[in-house]
């Protein structure tokens, strides 16, 4: 006996006639087991939530009560009569309504495809549910604010696999971009090395080639289908030879393509078993170094907890420094991979779990605020159809009908607008996509699982927010309504207030934030960070013909006329990720690397505050010569000039001279403080940066990579140093500019419900104001006398954002270890624009009351 999908099943019972519910379900049941047993569960599950919402229809459904049925036509088409012509005779009100909920449902939609792709990610493998991965603490050797790394010993996954028995499969794997030479044409791509068992872990489906033995050599590669076809078209690729950095390979299989939202992106997976380093750590009895990353998979009925807990006793054998760095190891499910941040060293296309769940409150507040649009005008319109619903319960209307048809109408409308949102949705997707950098679709379809949830969620929209307006209105008695006895007061006047205090607070909450996350960005670009980022072109150091040559090269780029100096780094100075233990001892936190050579004072501008930089050309000058910053000569108790000449044994274990000392510089995004840093000399480096003058920049930049491409088959590879800078913050602008695009449409949705209101307004008391000017009032006097109450609601709303919003952004300012401090007139700015808004909304209903002539307004009375 198999168990269809519960949330279907369950959906079914719900809305199924009591008298059809058990010989339907009977049949449902039956035809799904046949079809679990012909195409298997996977495809009957799917079949199943088919028939069901083809069951979803009014003969079926059960009846409201006892005497009421949905499946009433000629009611429901009198109701959908009424409605329309509602609509139609209220027009502005309409639209402002409609065009409301339609901005708040489609800024749901956008916020919600979002959540849901990155929450699909790596969902295609057929055994998602049971991949693992480990990664490891380090206690004490933080790096980059974190003692979390994602690499592991080489030699781990074939221990696990082969000394626990609830591990059913074990990988080892390496990620990277390399070159592969095939049909003498070179292609820079990014590939995965990884041992035999991979296929076993990642099911993937093979179009060629057996995953048994794709990957049992040395030599074998596996090839994407595009990339296969891209480097033999038509030929059977099967056999041909590519050739890469350890030797020919030759194809052993060919398999399909990732999707989109696929964490580990690759075009060929080669066997790991070329790699000579890692036969060497495969083998070692114990394990003194972490390159690898580990993945598995779990026999049935493990338990994950229970197979953590034993890896303690694992790393106290095998690890070699388990008593100076006791490491210990996590076993994450691979469903939270693409999540994962605040791991050194990991790999993969990452998302951030923090920015859904701001997205995801966003989406829900944006959705309130259009609700609350709906509520407010619904409430004022009421006035309108008191005497309706007074003539209906005359004629004998009951108080549960009035509310069915007020819900009803409420329906209606949230569906409309849902259609329209998915218009609106499907324009503006791509737009979204480029800000989130991702390429996303609708694809509704594909997710059956997602319609109830869609249309729950338009329906709920739709019953909060006609709740109100239909029990107040079904509650009226006929006899005070048809004499007109209908007060203001009850007219949901104070729940109209309550709620435009609701909508600013929120939005003006929106505004401020933003606002100081610009200032913050701001902030950012324009801080001294004591290093020069600018003219400064950084070009990477690929193939060993390069590397070799890189003095020479050095020496050509310095001899380009508009180039003014030339310096090799190990790493982008304002991203220095290498690092070591300050102490000997393996105490006393982390000291981070970076080896140059003389230039780079000449290339970066760095201050030198005592003594001197590297120089191998100085006859005193030898290999354990080194420079500090500022920082790291105060943390060693020292003043720059008195840390001249001092001796210093860090965490590599080797003694130092140090002969200068260097200004602090910002070497991390201003998340972080600055921490010590030692700068040493090595030859074989990673960059080279380039010092260029302005002008001429294109002609210089043609120079480096025709000079470059003399020395390598790789692509040229090259980064100006601000531009890398900027991609340090990439997902605060992100951040910013996302939650700026909400903050506007929260203004516009609520800026609509208030121009809705201050119409209303304007009609409803047409003749007040008409005896107003008749008696001597001026446009100034009846803007003042319409617009004072809607703005001190508006201002109260402002009092209520501001201790909301400090409290709020002062959280999301505290992940920053340089900052604003937020100044009271951002504050001010926020709700003096809030308010300057609803003025000239609330404004241009009331002078266009005021210009009405009198004698058109009072002709009736």
């Given amino acids: 006996m198999h168990n269809p999908p519960k949330l279907f099943l369950h959906f079914f019972r719900w809305f199924c006639h009591a008298d059809l519910q058990k010989p339907i379900e009977g049949d449902l049941m039956e035809l799904y087991e046949e079809r679990v047993k012909d195409i298997g569960k996977k495809k009957a599950d799917r079949k199943f939530k088919l028939d069901v919402l083809q069951l979803f229809r009014p003969s079926i459904i059960k009846p409201a009560d006892g005497t ?38 489609a800024s749901f939609l956008l916020i919600f495809i979002y959540v849901q792709y990155e929450r699909s990610f790596d969902k295609f493998y057929p055994n998602a549910d049971n991949i693992y991965n480990i990664y490891q603490q380090q206690p004490g050797n933080h790096s980059l604010g974190t ?20 591990i059913r499969y074990a990988t080892t794997i390496l990620s990277y971009s390399t070159l ?50 891209k480097l033999f078209g038509d030929e059977d690729p099967i056999g041909k030879e590519i050739k890469f950095w350890a030797g020919p390979a030759y194809v052993t299989g060919i398999i399909k393509d990732q999707p989109k939202n696929s964490s580990i992106k690759f075009s060929a997976i080669l066997s790991i078993q070329a790699s000579e380093y890692y036969r060497s750590e495969r083998i070692k009895e114990k394990w003194d170094g972490n390159s690898y990353y580990t993945f598995f998979t779990f026999e049935e009925a493990a338990d994950p907890v229970a197979f953590e807990k034993k890896l303690v006793d694992l790393l106290a ?30 790999f993969g296309t990452k998302g951030n779990a923090k ?4 997205f995801s409150v966003i989406a829900v507040l944006i959705l309130s605020l259009a609700a609350i649009n709906y509520m407010n005008l619904a409430v004022a319109r009421s006035i309108n159809r008191a005497k309706e619903v007074g003539l209906r319960k005359a004629i004998g209307a009951r108080k549960n009908q009035l509310v069915f048809q007020f819900l009803t109408e409420s329906i209606f409308l949230s569906v409309l607008a849902f259609l329209i949102a998915l218009g609106i949705t499907q324009l503006s997707l791509p737009i979204f996509g480029s800000l989130v950098e991702r390429q996303m679709e609708i694809g509704l379809l594909n997710e059956l699982n997602l319609i109830p949830f869609l249309f729950i969620t338009v329906v709920m929209l739709g019953i909060i927010s006609g709740s109100y307006p239909a029990l107040f209105m079904s509650s009226l008695k006929p006899v005070h309504v048809l004499k007109g006895r209908l007060g203001r007061r009850k007219s949901g006047g104070k729940l109209q207030k309550l709620l435009i205090i609701c909508q600013y607070s929120i939005s003006i909450i ?34 060993n013909e390069m590397r070799e040559n890189i003095e020479l090269i050095k020496e050509r780029f310095s001899n380009y006329s508009n180039v003014q100096s030339v310096s090799s780094v190990s790493s982008f100075p304002t991203n220095i990720q290498s690092s070591t233990f300050f102490n000997a001892d393996w105490t006393g936190g982390n000291i981070y690397r970076l080896y140059t050579d003389h230039q780079f004072l000449d290339v970066f501008e760095v201050e030198l505050l005592a003594g001197r930089f590297l120089d191998s050309d100085l006859p005193t000058s030898n290999e354990k010569d080194f420079v500090i910053n500022e920082t790291a000569a105060k943390a060693l108790g020292w003043t720059a000039e008195s840390a001249i000449g001092q001796e210093y044994i860090n965490g590599d274990g080797d003694q130092k001279n140090i002969i200068g000392v260097i200004a602090d510089f910002h070497m991390h995004s201003l998340h972080m403080p600055i921490e010590p840093l030692v700068i040493g000399k090595r030859d074989l480096l990673r960059y080279i940066s380039v010092k260029i003058s302005t002008g001429k920049i294109a002609e210089t930049l043609q120079y480096l990579q025709e000079t470059s491409e003399e020395y390598s088959n790789y692509p040229f590879d090259y980064q100006f140093m601000d531009n890398h800078f900027d991609q340090i913050y990439k997902e605060d602008q992100r951040q910013s500019q996302l939650l700026g695009f909400f903050a506007l449409l929260a203004m516009l949705i609520a800026g609509l419900g208030l121009f809705g209101l201050a119409a209303f307004e304007a009609v409803q008391n047409q003749k007040e104001v008409g005896i107003r000017k008749v008696l001597g009032a001026t446009i100034q006097n009846i803007v003042w006398i319409f ?4 703005l001190s609601l508006v ?28 100044s009271w007139w951002i504050f001010g700015l926020g709700g003096a624009f809030a308010i300057l808004i609803a003025f000239l909304t609330i404004s241009s209903q009331s002078i266009k009351a005021a210009l009405v002539n009198p004698v058109e307004s009072l002709k009736n009375e």
């Fill in 317 to 346: 054998v095998r690890w070699m420094y388990s008593k100076e760095i006791p490491n210990k190891y996590f076993v994450d499910p691979f469903s939270k991979f693409h999540l994962r941040d605040s791991v050194n060293e990991d």
């Fill in 787 to 790: 617009g004072r109450k809607f």
């Fill in 355 to 358: 920015q859904l769940s701001l």
């Fill in 510 to 543: 929106m505004l401020i934030c933003t606002l100081i996350v610009y200032q913050q960005m701001r902030f950012i670009s324009e801080k001294e960070l004591g290093i020069s980022k600018d003219q400064i072109v950084v070009v990477r150091v690929r193939g």
């Fill in 147 to 166: 003692d979390l790394y994602a690499v592991t010993p080489a030699a781990l996954a074939s221990t696990i696999e082969v000394e626990y028995p609830e």
């Fill in 180 to 229: 592969l030479e095939a049909k003498d044409e070179h292609h820079f791509k990014q590939v995965i090395m990884a041992d035999e068992h991979f296929f076993n872990v990642f099911k993937h489906t093979f179009i060629a080639g057996d995953p048994k033995t794709a990957l049992n050599t040395a030599e074998g590669i596996v090839l994407t289908q595009s990339f296969a076809k």
């Fill in 68 to 105: 009421y049925r949905l499946n009433n036509y000629g009611m429901l088409k009198n109701y959908f009569k009424v409605t329309v012509r509602n609509l139609l005779r209220q027009k502005l009100y309409s639209v402002i309504n409609i065009g409301g909920l339609s901005i708040g449902i």
């Fill in 795 to 822: 201002t109260i709303g402002f009092l209520l954002a501001v201790p909301i919003s400090w409290f709020l952004i002062n959280g999301w300012l505290q992940n920053f270890a340089y900052r604003i401090t937020p």
